[in-house]
């Protein structure tokens, strides 16, 4: 089929009541992509991206790095790792390569099924209209064959019977959250964790659940890790979304997938509303692969946008609970905020928040300049910038961390981790305290 790269969407925006107002219009040609406020959008609701965009009714270019070339707010809702591994597959099948597909092609194929409160007009006609109601345990198991077959030499293009055909588009409907692992945007109700669809019903909730595969780097271990990491983040008080853990069919290899509620779903009884979700990714304009934000940037920014002390030093909480949890895949995507309605900014839950090591034990986000082990006078600094009245107060925040981190192996135990996981990780974890000795003295 002729493939013509769409040129124009409308954005509309999700209330939290569920009413859809219409923020602006992007536009691309040949100079770039560009993007303009609509007057009554601009004068009731503020700024989606205050850092970024202006508050009027100009036309503003898009950067051409680093999202692709749309601007930072929008790029939020593009796919990422497992959401272009999806769309790649659809786009091949209708005969057209990815090359082809523009930043704005793949915004009208997530059209109203992405994170966070935007919505892109009109949807793609490649992207599936399909509402599906699944079985959680087909769905699970389809996903971890899609994701193990692409990591393979198997052909994206290859024809695939009817009933993978069904699930792909649901994994295709279940939206563009980002991260590499196989995962789906589902809506069930709150009793019945075994089955889903890909479209609301009254009373369901809105859940993320991650998927596990043996070619993960804690294989079908990934979901028991962080179902440990987020007890523990929230023992530290760094408030975690909410989450559950799934039985899964014993023929995935794993004893139970991960689902966390999502954050930016507002249920009512008009309708879900949506509250708008914003990364610090787009919102700084931070390359999220490669080590671009550091945790000064992070917390001046916070405080600036949430307009309050308590985020900063929530955020620094966050930060030592990084440092000394060894969650080193720390980017620019894995921190967000939600605007309300009314302008009012909030971090986001602490997600994404698991055991992560890189190989040469950098964090992606920095400490004052330090991908590890940062130097006294360096976190004291941070902690300042935080909000803290005193190192005093830090090092209480601090012990509180890793007080909870040291419940590790008894909740490894309870989850069921295998021996040769827990002894790893717990290894681990008293490197990182023995490597920032100097914060608790």
């Known amino acids: 089929m002729s493939f013509k790269p769409i040129q124009k969407l409308n954005i509309v ?8 107002v219409s923020v602006g219009v992007l536009a691309q040609n040949r100079q770039g992509v560009f993007f303009q406020y609509d007057e009554s959008y601009v004068r009731q609701f503020g700024n989606l991206s205050p850092f970024t965009l202006q508050a009027n009714t100009q036309l503003q270019t898009a950067p051409k790095q680093p999202h692709q070339g749309v601007h930072g707010v929008f790029a939020d809702s593009l796919p990422d790792g497992w959401g272009m591994l999806l769309q790649n597959r659809v786009f091949r099948q209708k005969g057209v390569f990815p090359a082809q597909v523009t930043a704005m092609d793949r915004l009208a194929f997530v059209g109203d099924h992405g994170m966070g409160c935007l919505s892109f007009l009109p949807v793609s006609e490649f992207s599936s209209e399909l509402c599906s109601e699944f079985d959680l345990a087909t769905l699970g198991l389809e996903a971890q064959t899609l994701f193990d077959q692409s ?25 563009s959250s980002g991260g590499a692992r196989p995962k789906a945007q589902i809506y069930m109700q709150a009793c019945d964790a075994k089955h889903c669809r890909t ?11 991650k998927f596990t595969s043996k070619n993960l780097a804690l294989g079908h ?22 989450w559950q853990l799934i039985e899964a069919p014993e023929s995935s290899g794993a004893k139970a997938w991960l689902a966390l509620k999502r954050f930016d779903y507002v249920p009512n009884k008009q309708g879900a509303g949506r509250l708008h979700l914003h990364s610090a990714c787009g919102l700084l304009d931070a390359d999220f692969r490669s080590p671009s934000l550091d945790y000064v940037e992070l917390i001046k920014a916070s405080r600036q946008l949430c307009k309050s002390p308590a985020v900063g030093q929530l955020q620094f909480r966050r930060a030592i609970f990084n440092l000394l949890a060894a969650n080193q895949d720390d980017h620019s995507k894995n921190w967000a905020f939600l605007q309300a309605d009314d302008d009012q900014w909030q971090p986001a839950p602490f997600y994404d928040v698991t055991y992560s090591p890189h190989p040469f034990n950098e964090h992606a986000t920095a400490f004052g300049g330090y991908g590890k082990a940062p130097p006294l006078k360096v976190m004291q600094k941070l902690a300042a910038s935080a909000g803290f009245a005193n190192w005093s107060d830090a090092k209480q925040c601090i012990q509180e961390v890793a007080e909870a981190l040291s419940q590790f192996v008894t ?8 021996k040769s996981t827990l002894s790893a990780i717990e290894k681990t974890l008293v490197q990182r305290r023995q490597e920032n000795a100097a914060l608790f003295l």
């Not at 925006?13 to 859809?20: D, I, M, V, Y």
Request: proline content about 4%; hydrophobic content about 35%; charged content about 20%.
């Open 13 to 20: 925006r999700t209330l939290s009541t569920g009413q859809r």
């Open 151 to 175: 990591l393979s030499d198997y052909k994206e293009h290859d024809d695939l019977d009817d009933h993978t055909q069904q699930v792909l588009a649901a994994l295709v409907a279940g939206g």
């Open 199 to 209: 479209f609301a019903q009254p009373g369901d909730e809105a859940w993320l659940v």
């Open 221 to 242: 271990e990934e979901g028991l890790c962080e179902a440990v990491y987020l007890q523990m983040a929230s023992q530290a008080k760094c408030q975690p979304p909410i």
């Open 411 to 418: 909740l490894a135990h309870q989850q069921g981790i295998s």
